[in-house]
């Protein structure tokens, strides 16, 4: 089956559409004919190998981490979906539990055909195209989990979400809004029409205006952006305000509890979250830095809200999967809104 294999940590070159062989599907996994597959700044992370401190991959692998299609077979113990069904899923996990799928030379979503555990998929939303619901595991379950679980985001509570035009800030503000925060959010004049559309209350365009002259009185920010933006955000919180970021420095509770590692890299991202921890304790406020999970049940929730009309899913552009290294080298630029997704068929 034809692939988008990384054969060495490295720039765009480091990746190639070749042929590999197509997989099987283990105990409790799907095999799944791929019908399209979104793209997200993990892919070009690791093959940067930006990730390697959490997991360095035996190379080669086969790219991509989120994929609608059809299931094609089923494994031995797989018993919640049966052959012919829509599913999509985010199918590897770095850093999860799921480091068996690494020993594999075939592991991605860039590909004719993957496997996934059963346990990751949901039936894919009725109302939607394989494109569009493949741009939905990764950003959506990652905004759910920060903003649901970690935030606990309650009705009439302040929400700021730096980064809102891109492929996790337009799933995060309409989660926001529909657990009945109000938010506000950054976005340059490009962007500004879209988060307003989306729901933001406030948007804010970074390019022109620095968001702490216009924000107060916040009592969570979901940071997308990091560096400058992450140690910046603290005086538009409340006292007690609490700080989810996905693009700051990982801290020691992301590697026990998203990651299930030991006191080793617990003890490292001690020492790189440091000073974010000391600006966190300075304003009264918490900081953590989320690794979203695979989860079947979290998306077959965001199915739901996806089928009532609660969340709309935002495509900057669909890209024949043959033009896959140009689709991750305009990713790479930053300034896609909402996300950028391949069709393999
Ligand atoms: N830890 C996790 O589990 C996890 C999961 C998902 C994503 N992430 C990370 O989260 C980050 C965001 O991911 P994404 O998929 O949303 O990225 P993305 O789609 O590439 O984000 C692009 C958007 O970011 C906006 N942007 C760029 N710089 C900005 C700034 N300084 N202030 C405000 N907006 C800015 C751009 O808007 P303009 O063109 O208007 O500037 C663009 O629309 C990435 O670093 C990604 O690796 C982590």
């Known amino acids: 089956m034809r692939a988008l294999v990384l054969t060495r940590y490295g720039g765009p070159e480091a990746v190639e559409l070749t042929d590999v062989p197509q997989p099987s599907p283990g105990v409790g996994e799907l095999l799944v004919r791929v019908h399209a597959a979104g793209l997200n700044p993990v892919d070009y992370k690791t093959r940067a190998g930006a990730l390697k401190m959490i997991h360095s991959y035996r190379l080669p692998i086969v790219m991509g981490n989120e994929f609608s299609g059809v299931v094609e077979a089923v494994g031995p113990g797989a018993g919640r979906f049966a052959i012919g069904d829509r599913v999509f899923a985010r199918v590897v996990a770095i850093g999860d539990r799921v480091f068996a799928r690494v020993d594999r030379s075939v592991l991605g979503a860039f590909a004719e055909h993957t496997v996934v555990h059963e346990d990751h998929a949901a039936q894919m939303p009725t109302s939607l195209d394989f494109p569009a619901a493949a741009a939905v595991p990764l950003a959506a379950l990652t905004a759910l989990q920060a ?7 309650r009705p009439g509570q302040r929400v700021f979400i730096p980064g809102g035009a ?9 989660i926001a809004k529909y657990l009945g925060a109000y938010v506000a959010t950054t976005a340059s004049a490009r962007g500004e029409a879209l988060v307003r559309r989306l729901g933001a209350d406030l948007a804010i365009d970074y390019t022109r205006e620095r968001f702490e002259d216009r924000l107060i ?6 940071d ?9 955000l603290w005086s538009v919180l409340v006292p007690g305000g609490r700080v989810v970021s996905i693009a700051g420095p990982p801290e020691p509770v992301t590697a026990r509890k998203d990651l299930g590692r030991g006191l080793a890299l617990a003890a490292a991202f001690w020492f790189t979250s440091l000073t974010t921890r000391l600006r966190a304790a300075r304003h ?21 809200l996806i089928e009532a009309n ?9 890209v024949p999967f043959a033009d896959a290294k140009a689709a991750m080298a305009y990713l790479e630029t930053g300034r896609a809104k909402g996300k950028i997704v391949l069709a393999m068929t």
């Open 310 to 318: 609660e969340l709309e899913i935002v495509i900057d552009r669909v």
């Open 284 to 304: 009264r406020a918490t900081y953590r830095y989320l690794f979203m999970h695979p989860s079947g049940a979290d998306l077959a929730y965001l199915a739901s």
């Open 224 to 232: 997308l952006i990091g560096g400058d933006t992450l140690a910046r």
């Open 217 to 222: 009185g916040y009592d969570a920010a979901f």
């Open 147 to 153: 903003l649901r679980d970690e935030l606990q985001v």
């Open 166 to 174: 891109g492929g996790v800030g337009t799933f995060a503000i309409q």
